[in-house]
């Protein structure tokens, strides 16, 4: 069974510093791998996604993700927090079965925030 | 404006008294499903629905009934509300499955009294 892990639950960082939100799943294949963001009051929105190809992919507002097989993770990055990044984000792994059935797995998502 | 919307946005109710909670979207997306959200649990599906008249069940769908009647709209009915269905719920939308990029609704939040 597909399963995804966010082992920090909330995470502290001055504005301007470095980020890096760490993503481990469990999958059987190659998985299609996601990084979503809620912002305070609002639904999901897609931060970037990875289905095949180069490793390190870039998304919106600055962020990027890099997957690395060897160590089943997608960690998401940024250079330099704003504080309009405090935000939940969650990572979540799926795939597409020989049967046509799509999988989708979120974890339980790490909570930002941004300090001044 | 492609969107995902949801009604209500915010509900009390009581134990037993059914309740909708209504899902529409504009992207005439084939694949609609509902999640509720709760702190330390994160996202779970409660049902989905691959394209008109066709559903089937999510991770935790005890309690709840959907429909889809029309490509838009993906109703979430809880007949007999309790209290451990007070949540936080997602209603979420893409083109063909799972692994398209999910648009979300802005959230219900239901307390059940």
């Known amino acids: 069974a597909q399963s995804v892990t966010q082992p920090d639950i909330h995470i502290t960082v001055s504005e301007g510093a470095s980020l890096e939100l760490r993503c481990n799943y469990s999958?059987?294949?190659?998985?299609?791998l996601f990084w979503y963001v809620q912002s305070p009051g609002q639904g999901l929105q897609l931060l970037l996604k990875?289905?095949?190809?180069?490793?390190l992919v870039q998304g919106i507002k600055g962020f990027e993700a890099e997957f690395k097989r060897s160590q089943s993770s997608f960690n998401l990055r940024k250079p330099s927090v704003h504080w309009s990044d405090a935000a939940e984000y969650f990572c979540?792994?799926?795939?597409?079965?020989?049967?046509?059935?799509?999988?989708?797995?979120f974890g339980k998502g790490t909570m930002l925030l941004v300090s001044p | 404006e492609a969107q995902v919307t949801q009604n209500p946005r915010y509900l009390i109710t009581v134990t037993g008294k059914k309740l909708t909670v209504t899902c529409s979207q504009n992207?005439?997306?084939?694949?609609m499903s509902w999640y509720r959200q709760d702190p330390g649990l994160g996202l779970r599906q409660i049902y989905y629905?691959?394209?008109?008249?066709?559903?089937d069940k999510g991770d935790v769908p005890e309690g709840y009934k959907v429909s889809r009647k029309e490509k838009r709209n993906f109703p979430l009915i809880l007949e007999s509300p309790s209290p451990n269905q007070t949540s936080l719920y997602f209603c979420?939308?893409?083109?063909?499955?799972?692994?398209?990029?999910?648009?979300f609704g802005p959230g219900t939040r239901l307390t059940v009294l």
């Open positions: 979420a939308s893409s083109l063909k499955d799972r692994t398209d990029t999910q648009y």
């Open positions: 999958y059987g294949a190659t998985p299609y």
């Open positions: 990875y289905f095949s190809g180069d490793t």
């Open positions: 979540a792994v799926g795939g597409v079965m020989n049967s046509g059935y799509s999988t989708l797995t």
């Open positions: 992207m005439n997306h084939e694949y």
């Open positions: 629905s691959m394209n008109v008249e066709v559903t």
